[in-house]
C-alpha cells in the first residue's frame, strides 16, 4: 500500500509524502565525509570571511553557475569529459575576485597533508582540487582592501571539523547582506527513506541582491520549505512591524552597490556520476529561486556546486513494474534533485533567519522581531567548524 | 522622491513596487506583432494539439532548455554567434518528438507568404526560422499515432491572429496534464512603467510532472504571482475538498506514464539582443519554478524561449548618478527578466485554472471547486486565435 502510494505521488510529482527528517546536525556535516571550517573576521575594516568544505574521501562535483556577475575558480575542471575525476575541497568566500586567493591556502594545507590529484610517485606529489565561489562583500566593514586571503583558506582547512556547523554571520556569510536585511551561511540536511540511509544537505552563504521576503508580508519566502519545528516559533510579522518596513522604505538613505551573489553546495551521500551532480546543481537554483526575488539577476553571479561521495543506492521511487526500470531510476533521480533544491531553500531560509544586525545592516530578526524568536533554533553548536 | 523609492527597490531587490499592470488582452498578443493560433483535436483518438506564435517583423528569440527529457527543432541556430538572426515564429505543440513535424507545415505557409531568411533575388526565396518544442501527451485521447502533423502547424500559422489568446484544453495544452490535474496553455502580460510603454507577456503549455499546487493545502503555487482581481474569488480550498483530495490518494489507481514537459516563451516589446533573450529566457526558468514542484526533472523537457521584437527602450531603474549608467541598464534588464519569471508564473496558474476535466483527467477547478470559480476570468475571448 505505501509503495503504490509513493508510485502515485511519483508519477503525480507530489514527493513531500516520501519519509524524511531532518539529519543529526542539520548540516552539511551529516554526510560523512564532509567537514568544514570557517574564517571570520569583523575588526580592522573586516566584515568578510571563507568558508571551507572539505572532502575525504574526494567528491565527484558539479556546477552550476547561474548568475550573471560571478567569479569562480577550477570550475572548467568541473565538466564532464575533463582529466579530473574527484574534488578535495570547495571554497564559499567573501571578497569578490580577490577572494579567489583564499583556494591557494587551502591547496597549501591540503598538500601538506599529501591530499589531491595524485601526479607523480611520491606521497606529497599531489595537486588538490580546490574549486571557488566568491561573493560581493567589499567595503562593508569599512576596509575595501580587507578580504580572506590565502592564510584565510589556510587556518580554515586547518580547523575544518566534523561537528555542527555554525550559521548566519560567519565564513562567507560574515559580510553578507540578502536583499535589504543582512545575510549569511546557512546550512540543513535531510535523511530520506524507511531507513534514513540516504542523506542531501546543503550549505550556502547567502548575499543576494534580490529580497529573502516579501515585502507586502514580511514573510520568508524560503519558509514553506522548512520543516515543521525546524525554527520554532517563527510566524508572521505583526502589523506593527510591517507598517514599520513598508515605512521605512521612505526615508533618505544611500543606494548600496548593487553587487551582490549567493553561493553554495548541496552534497549527497548517493553515488553520481559527474553528470548527475551537475543536474543536480542546476536543479538546486531552483531552490534559490522558491527562497529570494529576483534571483539570478546580472548582479549576481548565484553559483551552487553539486557534489556526492559515499556509496548509498538512490531511494526507491515508484514500483519497477509499473513505471519500468530505466523511469524508476530516473524518478528517484528526480526526487533527489528535488530534495536538493527544497534543502537549498531551507539553507538559505536558516542563514537569514540565523543572521544578526551589525556595521548598520539590519538584520530579519531585529526587522521583524515578532516573526522569530532570537534564539530558535540550535544553529550554533560550538563544534571544531568555528 | 519616487526615483529615490525605486533606487532603493533597485538596490534591495524588490521590484514589486514598480507601476506596472496588467495589459488589455493579458496575452502574448499584447506585444505588437505577435500572432497566435491554435489547432486543437479532441476526437477520434486525438487529445493534442499545437499553439504557433508568429511574429511581424521576425524576432530575435533566446532559448533555455533546463528539463532532462526535451524535444526541440532549430534551437542550435539560435546560440549567439549562429547565421540566423531572426525568428519568424515558435512552434509548442503535443505529440512527443512526432510534433516536430508541425514545424514544417508552418513554414510551408510562411513560404507562401514570402515570410523567412532571404537566401535569394526572389520575393519567395526564404526559409522560414521556425523553432519548435515539444511536450509528451501522446495516447491521452486514446490514440498513440493521433499526433498534430504538419498540417496542423500549416493551419494554425494560417488561423494566427492577433486577438485573445484562448487557454486551458487549447491548442498545445489540449492534451496536458499538470501533476495530478488537466494542464493546458495560460498566457499573461504586464505593462510597465508610468506611460505603460514596455510589454512583457508569456504564453505556456504546461504539462509538469511536477504539482501546480500544494498537496497539503491545494493552493496553487503560483497563485501569489497573479495580480489582484487577476483570477476573481481564487482562494483557498474548503477542508471538504482537500479531504476528498487526500483521501483520493490512497485509492487504487493506474500508474501514468512518467512523461511530461512545461514549454513557453516570453516575449517582450523592448529591443534586446541575442545574449540578452537568451538570459531572459533562462531566468525565466525560475517562473516555473515557483509555480510548479518539482520541476526541471529528468522527465521534463522544460523548454523557455525567448522573444524580443519592437524598440522599446529598458524601463529606468534607479537613479544613474547613484548607481551608474553601466549598473542603472543592468538594472533595467534584471527588472525586466525578473518580470518575464513573474509572467511565466502567472502564465502556469491561469493555464491550470483554464483547464477542464476531460478523458478521466479531473482539473484543479473540479477538485477544488471551493477555490475558484467557474468561469472566473475573461480567458476565451472569441478572437481569431482560435
Known amino acids: 500500500m505505501i509503495e503504490h502510494r509513493l508510485d502515485r505521488m511519483a508519477a503525480a510529482g507530489v514527493w513531500d509524502g516520501f519519509p524524511q527528517q531532518m539529519g543529526p546536525l542539520n548540516a552539511v556535516t551529516d554526510v560523512d565525509g564532509v567537514s568544514v571550517g570557517q574564517w571570520s573576521r569583523r575588526d580592522a575594516g573586516y566584515l568578510t570571511g571563507a568558508t571551507v568544505i572539505c572532502f575525504d574521501p574526494a567528491a565527484v562535483v558539479g556546477v ?60 606529497r606529489d599531489v595537486v588538490p582540487i580546490v574549486p571557488a565561489a566568491v561573493l560581493y562583500d567589499l567595503s562593508r566593514g569599512g576596509g575595501f582592501s580587507a578580504r580572506p586571503d590565502a592564510s584565510a583558506g589556510y587556518a580554515a582547512a586547518r580547523d575544518a571539523g566534523v561537528g555542527p556547523v555554525r550559521e548566519g554571520n560567519e565564513g562567507a ?29 546543503a550549505v550556502v552563504a547567502v548575499n543576494s541582491g534580490g529580497s529573502p521576503f516579501d515585502p507586502m508580508t ?51 551521500n548517493v553515488k553520481l556520476d559527474l ?47 509499473s513505471i519500468g526500470a530505466a523511469s524508476a531510476g530516473a524518478a528517484g533521480l528526480s526526487f533527489l534533485y ?20 551589525t556595521h548598520g545592516i539590519c538584520s530579519y530578526r531585529d526587522l521583524f522581531p515578532s516573526a522569530c524568536v532570537a534564539d530558535g533554533s540550535p544553529r550554533s553548536g560550538g563544534g571544531r567548524g568555528v
Not at 547582506?177 to 542523506?199: I, L, R
Not at 510591517?242 to 548593487?258: D, F, I, K, V, Y
Not at 534543502?343 to 544578526?356: G, P, Y
Open 64 to 123: 552550476d553557475v547561474r548568475g550573471g556577475g560571478s567569479g569562480t575558480r577550477e570550475t572548467d575542471a568541473l565538466r564532464p569529459g575533463n582529466l579530473v575525476e574527484r574534488v578535495d575541497a570547495l571554497v564559499l568566500t567573501g571578497g569578490s575576485a580577490y577572494g579567489l586567493d583564499v583556494a591557494g591556502g587551502v591547496m597549501r594545507f591540503l598538500e601538506e597533508q599529501g591530499k589531491g590529484f595524485q601526479v607523480g610517485p611520491g606521497p
Open 173 to 201: 556569510g560574515t559580510g553578507a547582506t540578502s536583499g535589504p536585511v543582512k545575510g549569511g551561511v546557512g546550512t540543513a540536511s535531510v535523511m530520506v527513506g524507511e531507513d534514513a540511509n540516504v542523506v542531501v544537505a
Open 218 to 268: 514580511g514573510r520568508l519566502y524560503g519558509e514553506d520549505a522548512l520543516y515543521p519545528g525546524e525554527w520554532p516559533q517563527l510566524g508572521a510579522p505583526s502589523g506593527d512591524d510591517l507598517a514599520r518596513w513598508q515605512l521605512s522604505g521612505m526615508e533618505e538613505e544611500p543606494a548600496r552597490p548593487l553587487r551582490n551573489t549567493t553561493i553554495g553546495m548541496v552534497v549527497t
Open 275 to 321: 553528470a548527475q551532480t551537475t543536474r543536480m546543481a542546476s536543479i538546486a537554483q531552483d531552490g534559490l529561486a522558491r527562497a529570494i526575488r529576483p534571483v539570478h539577476t546580472l548582479f549576481d553571479g548565484d553559483t551552487i556546486f553539486g557534489a556526492s561521495l559515499g556509496d548509498a543506492q538512490l531511494p526507491t521511487v515508484g514500483t519497477v513494474s
Open 338 to 357: 528535488e530534495l536538493g533544491a527544497r534543502t537549498i531553500s531551507r539553507a538559505v531560509a536558516r542563514a537569514v533567519l540565523a543572521a544578526e544586525s
